[in-house]
């Protein structure tokens, strides 16, 4: 097995050629490609597309099959990081480190921007080079997790539970739909291309529910324990915008051990899967530890 | 032939059937739901959903196979009404003579329910009763006519040319991407569910160029000498807005003589296709001559 930074290294260069590639290939205004490619470029983990090639490495599959759709959710995620930093959203002027779209594009380039992006990604897994019907089914497993069912609708409940007291549950839920379906969708997208059964599937989905809090999660301690260089936001932005936390609701010390609790979670759904050697064991380690 | 009067009296009620059931199917927050349905339930002439079941009527196949594809254009349509509305964009506060959805819902869930059509819309048509080959070019096809290299595209163009003096062929070039290319959409789709061959999908696209083109210089036309009851908006909003339109750069005349050539190459178009017995036909005489 390819050790996961050298795995990471690799396909996340490949990964951002694949949208580099896409972004010159189009025949659209030149602001408007800029506020795109400003975006696409402003660097990132490219976690949930490199979940998509990790879980199809996993299944020992040819990893350059699944790079369109790999692309295609970063676009995905990138619209709806332009979308939430608006001044009518979350009202951010930074983004890892750097200033978001609309303070360098101004609100209209950057809403179009994010539905430019929101719809390319469609039209890139349409030209990818699968069947037919591996592209309908990722299609259609992506507007459900992008969409009012899904993210949007986190999103949604996100902004409305703003100045609230969550209780834990309601929390979850909503990063489950705001991150967490996102997340499912990269592990169920490799898992397809990979031709994997329904069971296998369901396992996956359980790995990436598990991740996905625990992520989450890690987000939430980091903004009271990180260091703010490498989290690229002001420590405390949380607790300054009386937003809910696993720290707030749980204390600090139940809150690592939910975390660790999810870690062993998505581990015994790789067991379930005979995956404990492959590179999504090593994110789940890797999400667990994570200082940025 | 069916009147086109009865045709649109009849599926007109069966597309916002279709929107409605697809609403009521949606599992997402409420106040999203409510957004989203304010604006499909808003009205207007369906003439995207339309064009489509009118293409797959002139090749006599059944309409209610492109139904829920009709019901997907349609909310690409209403997403982009609700975007072009927002206060960074064209700034209007009415739309068909009600609020528009940012003074109702305010602009964060306007922003979302906007992007939950436009993501719902290829969920929709994934999950339609087509081919998998089929269900792929629709969804390629509408994600290049509504993403960067179309409709989004359109609008940067728009917004770019306000209070600027526009050439005659800048102005057609933002109308065909803004509006035109949503129109050919329209046709391509019917078309391409009905079986139609190159050739026949060649020239449904002309048709559709030409009454898109048609359909602009008669709203500018209804801007200067139209009733603002029927319009839904008032009469010389362009003119006050410094918006380049056809009367303005060619003369009231030169527009009206340009709107009839686009009819006639539109029917060019339709005999080519031995259509001229079909509802398209009727269509393109409703463009040339509506009054809201």
Excluded: W
């Excluded at 369109?68 to 959203?89: F, N, Q, R, V």
């Excluded at 979350?90 to 101004?106: A, E, M, Q, S």
């Amino acid at each position: 097995m390819i050790p996961l930074e050298d795995f990471i290294d690799k396909y996340k260069k490949k990964i951002e050629l694949e949208l580099s590639k896409e972004m010159d290939r189009q025949d659209a205004p030149d602001s408007l490609k800029k506020a795109m490619k400003y975006s696409l470029d402003a660097g990132g983990k490219r976690i949930r597309p490199l979940l998509v090639l990790a879980t199809m490495s996993a299944f020992e599959k040819d990893c350059e099959r699944g790079m369109k759709t790999a692309a295609a959710l970063e676009m995905i995620h990138t619209y709806s990081l332009i979308h939430d930093d608006l001044p009518s959203m979350d009202d951010d002027d930074l983004r890892r480190g750097k200033p978001t779209n609309h303070i360098v594009f101004g609100e209209a380039l950057a809403i179009l921007a994010g539905d430019a992006l929101l719809t390319q990604s469609f039209s890139l897994i349409s030209s990818s080079d699968l069947s037919s019907d591996q592209k309908i089914r990722i299609i259609s497993e992506l507007a459900k997790s992008s969409g009012p069912e899904g993210m949007v609708g986190g999103q949604v409940a996100d902004i409305e539970g703003e100045n609230k007291q969550l209780s834990i549950d309601q929390l979850e839920s909503i990063h489950l739909r705001k991150t967490g379906r996102l997340l499912q969708f990269a592990v169920l997208a490799g898992g397809i291309m990979s031709e994997a059964t329904a069971a296998q599937l369901h396992h996956l989905e359980q790995y990436a529910l598990h991740i996905g809090l625990a992520f989450q999660i890690r987000d939430d301690i980091l903004d009271v324990e990180g260091e703010e260089e490498e989290i690229g936001k002001p420590v405390g932005s949380d607790q300054s915008r009386n937003k809910s936390t696993y720290p707030a609701l749980l204390g600090m010390d139940k809150a690592k051990q939910k975390l660790e609790f999810h870690i062993l979670e998505a581990k015994k759904s790789l067991s379930a899967l005979q995956f404990e050697q492959s590179l999504l064991h090593s994110i789940a380690d890797m999400i667990a530890k994570r200082s940025s």
